[in-house]
């Protein structure tokens, strides 16, 4: 059976390649939705705001499921590409309050919202860079991809790892897969 929507996940750790990896997609002519933390975390930090995830991450998380909510409804028909998903909302919150995710949105993930078959990226030391919103040690890093497959695997994704290579290597890997699914 082919689904009508072929929504894709590429999640993995912060600076791990995922960005560059989906403006290589999306130049293949693939519908791609970005990241949409670093966009807040940068607002937030232009306006003097809390609302940043080491300050307040269930304010965060909140912001965070409902944008990506708003990108999962804007999938449009056949394939189509997202930087993170909501299930990556639910595994940074279980780090620190595994016991304060919100009962609906484990009822959301627990339906069938993207394709089974989750790519992630993993870390990649000589790639890790730190920034002004990218703030996670390499320790941590290792931490949140630990944490991503587990959260995905506990709502029955099958993770798919892309390996550490050139951009062009890691674009023709994922697509190739594609063409399988």
């Known amino acids: 059976m082919t689904r009508e929507k072929q929504r894709w996940v590429i999640t993995g750790g912060p600076g791990t390649g995922k960005s560059t990896l989906l403006n290589s997609i999306r130049q293949s002519g693939y519908p791609v939705f970005e990241e949409i933390s670093r966009e807040w975390i940068r607002r937030a930090l232009d306006e003097g705001t809390d609302l940043l995830p080491w300050k307040d991450l269930m304010g965060f998380s909140h912001l965070i499921w409902k944008e990506r909510k708003k990108q999962f409804e804007a999938a449009p028909k056949g394939p189509s590409f997202y930087d993170r998903s909501l299930l990556d909302t639910i ?91």
Not at 140 to 169: A, W
């Open 91 to 181: 595994a940074y919150l279980e780090m620190l309050y595994p016991k304060r995710i919100p009962e609906k949105w484990e009822e959301t993930l627990r339906m069938d919202l993207y394709m089974k078959d989750v790519f992630i990226t993993p870390p990649w030391k000589e790639i890790h860079i730190l920034d002004n919103e990218r703030r996670e040690s390499w320790l941590e890093v290792e931490g949140i991809h630990h944490q991503l497959c587990s959260t995905y695997k506990r709502f029955g994704y099958r993770i798919i790892e892309v390996p550490r290579s050139d951009i062009e290597t890691r674009t023709k890997f994922i697509l190739q897969h594609l063409k399988v699914a």
